[in-house]
C-alpha cells in the first residue's frame, strides 16, 4: 500500500466533499435529523387522550371521578355529553378519541359498597391508543373507588385488531414512498444521462413537460392503490365501510400530492443519488414515524405535533382509517382533503417555478 496515493486519493474526496454543499449537508443533515426524529418522534406512550364525559349522576362522587381522570397526563377534557347520541358523535368525528359514561346510581351504589360500573366508549379504529386508554381509565376508575369496575365498549373495531389500525395507515405509507422515489428520479435521469439537452431543444413548455412526467407514475400509483385495497380487504380482512368513491378519490389526491413532492426534489436535485436520499428522508421517515401510522401523534412534544401537521401522510392515514372503519364523513375529514389540495398546488407552483428548460439548467 502506498501512503501516497492514500493520501492523494484522500484529499482528493475532501476537496471534493467540501465543494459540493448539497453532499456536504446531506451527511451532516441526515445523522442530526434522524436523532432528531427517532429521539422525539417515536413513543409508544399514550398522552392526552381526548375525552368527553357523560355525567348521568352529577354528584360529587361522580365528579371526583372525572377530575380524577382529567388531572392525569394520560387524559385531556374534550367535551361534555348530554345523550347516547352525543357520545356517538364527539366519537365520530374524531372531537374525542374516548367518553366516560358515569351511570345516574354510580353515587348510591358506591354508598352501599355495591359493584359500580361506569363505561368507557373507545374510538378503535386506532388500536393502540385504544388499547392503552383502556388500561388507563380501568387504572385511575380502581384507584378512585374501589368497588367500581368499567364496561368498555370499542367503537369501529369492536375486536382491537391491530390490523385493522395497520393497514390502511400501511397503505399510506406505500403509497407515500412509491410515488416520491419514482418521481424523485425522473428529471434528474435526464440531466445525468444527457438528454435534457434534446428535449430543451423541442418547443415543449414547462407544464407539458410536468405532465408527460406525472401521467405514466400516476398510473403506477393507482394501480399500486388497487392492489393494497384488494389485499387489505380480502387477504387482511379489514373491512371498507365507507364509500369506494370517497377512497378512490382521496388516494387519488394523495398520489397526485405525493408525485408533486418527488418531482420537485427531482427538479432541485439534478442527482438521482441526492435525490433518492432527499425523497427518503422527506417522505418516508416523517410519514412513518410522524403519521400517526403507529405512534400516537399526541404523544408527541408540542414542536413535533406542529411538524406533524406539514406532512400529508398525516392526513391521509387519518383519511384510509376514517373511510375503512368508520364509514363516516364531516367536517375534519373535508379540511384534511382540502390540505391535500392546496399542498399539491402549492408544490407544482414551486416546481414550475424552479424548474428552467434550458442548458444552463438555471
Given at each position: 500500500m502506498n501512503r501516497q496515493r492514500v493520501k492523494a486519493i484522500a484529499k482528493k474526496e475532501i476537496t471534493h466533499v467540501i465543494r459540493d454543499p448539497r453532499s456536504l449537508g446531506m451527511g451532516l443533515a441526515i445523522p442530526v435529523l434522524l436523532l432528531v426524529l427517532f429521539g422525539y418522534g417515536l413513543s409508544l406512550n399514550v398522552d392526552n387522550v381526548p375525552l368527553a364525559v357523560w355525567d348521568q349522576s352529577n354528584t360529587l362522587t361522580s365528579r371526583d371521578l372525572i377530575r380524577d381522570f382529567t388531572n392525569s397526563e394520560a387524559f385531556q377534557p374534550a367535551g361534555v355529553c348530554y345523550s347516547q347520541r352525543d357520545t356517538e358523535d364527539i366519537i365520530q368525528s374524531g372531537q374525542a378519541t374516548a367518553v366516560l359514561v358515569i351511570p345516574p346510581d354510580f353515587e348510591e351504589k358506591i354508598a352501599r359498597h355495591e359493584p359500580a360500573i361506569v363505561q368507557l366508549l373507545v374510538d378503535g379504529s386506532d388500536s393502540n391508543t385504544a388499547r392503552l386508554s383502556i388500561m388507563y381509565a380501568d387504572g385511575i376508575t380502581k384507584n378512585a373507588v374501589?368497588?367500581?369496575a368499567m364496561s368498555?365498549?370499542?367503537?369501529?373495531?369492536?375486536?382491537?385488531?391491530?390490523?385493522w389500525s395497520i393497514i390502511p395507515g400501511l397503505i399510506a405509507i406505500i403509497l407515500n414512498v412509491i410515488a416520491a422515489m419514482l418521481t424523485s428520479l425522473c428529471v434528474a435521469r435526464e440531466w445525468e444521462n444527457g438528454t435534457m439537452e434534446q428535449l430543451i431543444s423541442t418547443p415543449?413548455?414547462?407544464?407539458?413537460?410536468?405532465?408527460?412526467?406525472?401521467?405514466?407514475?400516476?398510473?403506477?400509483?393507482?394501480?399500486?392503490?388497487?392492489?393494497?385495497?384488494?389485499?387489505a380487504l380480502f387477504l387482511f380482512g379489514v373491512p371498507l365501510n365507507g364509500s369506494l368513491l370517497a377512497l378512490a378519490g382521496v388516494s387519488g389526491m394523495f398520489i397526485f400530492t405525493t408525485l408533486s413532492v418527488g418531482i420537485l426534489i427531482s427538479t432541485a436535485a439534478k442527482s438521482q443519488l441526492l435525490a433518492s436520499?432527499?425523497?427518503?428522508?422527506?417522505?418516508?421517515?416523517p410519514g412513518f414515524i410522524?403519521?400517526?401510522?403507529v405512534y400516537d401523534i399526541k404523544a408527541m412534544p408540542a414542536v413535533v405535533q406542529a411538524i406533524t401537521k406539514l406532512i400529508p401522510a398525516t392526513y391521509f392515514?387519518?383519511?384510509?382509517?376514517t373511510i375503512f372503519l368508520k364509514g363516516t364523513w364531516g367536517a375534519a375529514p373535508t379540511k384534511e382533503l382540502l390540505f391535500l389540495t392546496l399542498f399539491a398546488v402549492v408544490v407544482l407552483a414551486m416546481t414550475m417555478k424552479k424548474l428552467k428548460l434550458n442548458l444552463d439548467g438555471r
Open positions: 374501589q368497588t367500581a368498555i365498549i370499542t367503537a369501529y373495531n369492536p375486536a382491537m385488531d391491530t390490523t415543449m413548455r414547462r407544464g407539458e413537460f410536468l405532465i408527460g412526467k406525472l401521467v405514466p407514475y400516476y398510473i403506477i400509483g393507482v394501480i399500486d392503490l388497487i392492489i393494497a385495497v384488494l389485499m436520499q432527499l425523497a427518503l428522508v422527506i417522505t418516508f421517515l410522524l403519521s400517526g401510522f392515514v387519518s383519511l384510509l382509517r
